[in-house]
């Protein structure tokens, strides 16, 4: 037959909470203040527990009937109660969540014109060996995406001041060679008869 649990069937207490502090046994709050508060619990809790003196477990009820007045007159009794508290905040201590530490600030920046703390330089990197080709291939790139760029009339305007530059020259240089022609003096002829007075 499995052991009687007076504090479970009697109280409804779970095993986990006991055995369990005054304020858990009286049914009041943790660090209950009021007094008429945590008298009125002792009284419930005893007459509660009377109810089971003449029974087969009535050393068990006088038991913890003693136990209730003893929770009653230590949290009735100022000193008694803050001693009391004392101990059982450091009981629960354990038990309690620590608590996160906030995070830290950022370090404040330092006034203009003060230097800060030292800072590494930049990784300088290695040095790039030279190719004779980079540059030729470079403009043939070049010419290339320029070329695909340039669109279709630019290639014609520029054939067709090609054409008329050349026109011009042509006409400039027969132009300057009829020139030549017209200002040069006429050869003189030979005289074949004689003028008056001359011998023939």
Not at 130 to 142: H, K, Y
Request: charged share 20%; hydrophobic share 40%.
């Amino acid at each position: 037959m499995a052991t009687f649990d007076p504090y479970r069937k009697w109280l409804g207490l779970p095993p986990e909470e006991q055995p369990p502090n005054h304020y858990r046994l009286l049914g009041v709050g943790l660090f209950e203040s009021d007094p008429d508060a945590i008298s009125n619990a002792a009284d419930r809790q005893m007459a509660h527990v009377r109810t089971f003196q003449c029974g087969e477990n009535a050393d068990l009820s006088q038991r913890i009937l003693n136990e209730l007045a003893a929770a009653r007159v230590c949290l009735l009794d100022a000193r008694k109660k803050a001693a009391y508290d004392d101990q059982l905040r450091r009981q629960l201590a354990p038990h309690q969540p620590t608590p996160v530490p906030p995070p830290l600030p950022a370090p404040p920046l330092p006034p203009p014109g003060v230097s800060g703390p030292p800072v590494a330089a930049p990784p300088v990197p290695p040095p790039v060996a030279e190719n004779p080709n980079a540059f030729r291939t470079v403009f043939r790139s070049s010419y290339r995406t320029i070329r695909r760029k340039s669109p279709s009339w630019l290639a014609s305007v520029i054939a067709l001041a090609v054409v008329i530059v050349s026109l011009a020259l042509l006409a400039w240089v027969l132009d300057g060679s009829d020139s030549e022609h017209r200002g040069r003096p006429a050869t003189p002829q030979k005289r074949t008869d004689a003028g008056p007075g001359l011998p023939r």
